[in-house]
């Protein structure tokens, strides 16, 4: 069995209305990563992913990049300990 790990990232630039939440849904979806996805009210976007190492580095990785009509210009990321969160959700 895999370790489970937990990353909180928030994203800058814009990335609120260019369908970044449902973007990453899929993208978390896909790669089995529990968690999930806010804008938040400073405009920046706000998400927690749960699950195995590579699959979360991996969705960490597509962030820097978001969907293809955001603009990403920073992505901040903190360890936190996994809560077993069960799935993916947009908030």
Known sequence: MQERIRRRVVVSGRVQ?????????VHARAGAVAGWVRNLADGRVEAV???????VAAL????????SWARVEHVDVWDEAPEGLPDFRVR
């Open 17 to 25: 209305g260019v369908a970044f939440r449902a973007a990453t849904r």
């Open 49 to 55: 992913f749960e699950g195995d190492a590579a699959a």
């Open 60 to 67: 960490i990785a597509w962030c820097h990049e978001g969907p």
